[in-house]
Antibody, heavy 122, light 113 residues
């Protein structure tokens, strides 16, 4: 079974930094693009960032470009999201999600983690 | 960015009845080269992550009951849940994945009447 387990969430002050991790198992990690999607409390889903499987090509939402960095370690089956210059509006549950199609980015997601809560407050 | 607008924002349906959720995109999500609609539907139950229900606008994900179906093309789509069950209580989201950035609808909350 596919498993995605996020960690690293917590409380951070505005302007601070945080690194989220997503440990994956149950599939050939390097063959799939992976994505971070966030959900502010009581709100809908917002795409944050995507990284391709093997080449590591990255994509970012305008709202996080220049502040967040997505990366992956295919030897550790782990996805990361480095978040800098955090703002109040970045507060959300951050989900990692697996692309549905190997070797290409289908941009829809067949497996999701349980999420990591990021709170930005002084 | 493509705006996905769902209607209604919430609805209450009796057990065993049909629920209908609409999703409208600000631009067509039908790709002429492959004649596919790049639209997915997700179900999110309270306290859980989203779950993929349907992709390519009409293909049910493995394990999704046949009472879930989707119709439409281009800019207008409808998710239908026949014979509503108690476990269908959730928020439903549509997502387009043809245009960058991918975008989601605002969600429709489905409750039991």
């Amino acid at each position: 079974d596919v498993r995605l387990l996020e960690s690293g969430g917590g409380l951070v002050q505005p302007g601070g930094s945080l690194r989220l991790s997503c440990a994956a198992s149950g599939f050939t990690f390097s063959s799939f693009a992976l994505t971070w999607v966030r959900q502010a409390p009581g709100k809908g889903l917002e795409w944050v960032s995507t990284i391709s499987g093997s080449s590591g090509t990255t994509f970012y939402a305008d709202s996080v470009k220049g502040r967040f960095t997505i990366s992956r370690d295919n030897s550790k089956n782990t996805l990361y999201l480095h978040m800098n210059s955090l703002r109040a509006e970045d507060a959300a549950v951050y989900y990692c999600a697996k692309d549905a199609t190997p070797y290409s980015s289908s941009w829809y997601f067949d497996s999701w983690g349980q999420g990591a809560l990021v709170t930005v407050s002084s | 960015d493509i705006v996905m607008t769902q209607s209604p924002d919430s609805l209450a349906v009796s057990l065993g009845e049909r629920a209908t959720i609409n999703c409208k995109s600000s631009q067509s999500v039908l790709y002429s080269s492959d004649n596919k609609n790049y639209l997915a539907w997700y179900q999110q139950k309270p306290g859980q992550p989203p779950k993929l229900l349907i992709y390519w606008a009409s293909t049910r994900e493995s394990g999704v009951p046949a009472r879930f179906s989707c119709s439409g093309s281009g800019t207008d789509f409808t998710l239908t849940i026949n014979s509503l069950q108690a476990e269908d209580v959730a928020v439903y989201y549509c997502q387009q994945y043809l245009h960058s950035p991918i975008t989601f609808g605002q969600g429709t909350r489905l409750e039991i009447k």
